[in-house]
């Protein structure tokens, strides 16, 4: 744009100022000219405009931190395969519900975005989708359960590409079914997505003629686990726990204490599969996963990145290629982006094919169960 301006310049302008002298001429000049400068202001104008802003909401910092950096690399990778026309701007809500909220503000109010990828574990800072829902900005998250999210308010500008929580609890209790375990235990972290498994497992248990027969909830930072792991009479336990301390900590004191209990969990603990040092405690463990992983994804991912993808990486990508293709379809107006994405299916990496119910989330996706002994996958259960 500066070349632009030059050349014009160049071959309107400046020749018609050499000899000028005066004052009064070179005001003349001005006034013959001030159409062509605001002009040439407003051309510039239009092409910075030309730029749709995609907001990017991620836990950078704290207690989320591996999960937002997992995402940001899965939503960078979406963003690349796009022309130029998608700018992306990213925010850190700090794992903090109120900086959630001050970050959705300002990608709303100071960055103009027609649309966000976040945030990281939607259903526990759900200030962020109070704003863009009443300021009807369309968001996608990659780590929140819309289950979890749905069941406080109805946020219909809001989908998530991370995995129906019902879903996956009908996978688990239908394997554990299939290895006669009729009792079970829950270990899960005191917020809001362990919070929708544990109403899950209560609503569909009995379905499967299992019962629950105890549920221990730990605050974030807990790291002795043994006291309510002493007191375990059930065939298996379910565990879900965010911090990586935590699920060390649980799965070494559980292997020192209950070696011989079938422990079930969420896809989440593939990722702690990738880290050697963890591979002495992630024993005799079987997790649900969905059953379509892409490998071109995979290594289009190491490729990037030098590293597998880990957590919610792919989720990031497909919440990011999704709202992209969404905008590049039916332009930046909010009504028409959610009409979108509630009326098409969509190609991702994580599912495969999908389209999204009233509630904002995934139909489509068969997960199935894997095993994990070693720190490696052996095999599908």
Known sequence: MFYLYYVLYKTVVHNELQGFKTTKVVSDFMKKYLALIVLLLLVGCSVEESQIVVGGLFALTGYGSEWGEAELKGVTLAFEEYDDKFTLKVEDMQSDNKMAVLATQKLIDFDDVVGIVGSTWLESYQGAAVVANDRNVPMVTPSGSITALQNTRNYN?????????????????????????????????????????????????????????????????????????????????????????????????????????????????????????????????????????????????????????????????????????????????????????????????????????????????????????????????
């Not at 989908?159 to 996978?171: A, C, G, I, L, M």
């Not at 006291?227 to 009479?233: N, Q």
């Open 157 to 381: 500008h809001v989908f998530s590409t991370w995995y129906r929580t019902d879903s996956q609890v009908h996978e688990l209790l239908s394997d554990m079914k299939s290895k006669d375990i009729d009792t079970i235990e829950l270990f899960l972290g005191n917020e809001a997505y362990w919070e929708d498994f544990s109403n899950s497992f209560h609503l569909y248990s009995s379905d499967y003629n299992i019962a629950i027969i105890g549920e221990s909830k730990f605050d974030y930072g807990t790291v002795d686990y043994r006291t309510s792991l002493a007191k375990v009479s059930a065939d298996a336990i379910f565990f879900g726990l965010n911090g990586e301390q935590e699920v060390f900590s649980f799965l070494k004191q559980r292997k020192e204490l209950l070696p011989e209990v079938v422990l079930y969990t969420e896809s989440s603990i593939e990722g702690f599969a990738m880290r050697k040092d963890f591979d002495d405690v992630l024993d005799d463990i079987y997790m649900v996963s969905p059953a379509m992983p892409d490998e071109e994804f995979i290594e289009y991912y190491t490729l990037r990145w030098k590293e597998p993808p880990v957590l919610d990486s792919a989720n990031a990508y497909d919440a990011a290629k999704l709202l992209l293709e969404a905008i590049d379809a039916v332009g930046t107006s909010s009504d028409e982006i959610v009409d979108y994405i509630r009326d098409n299916s969509f190609d991702t990496v994580t599912f495969g094919e999908v389209s999204f119910d009233e509630m904002g989330g995934v139909i489509g996706g068969d997960f199935q169960i894997k095993y994990l002994d070693n720190g490696s996958l052996l095999k599908k259960s």
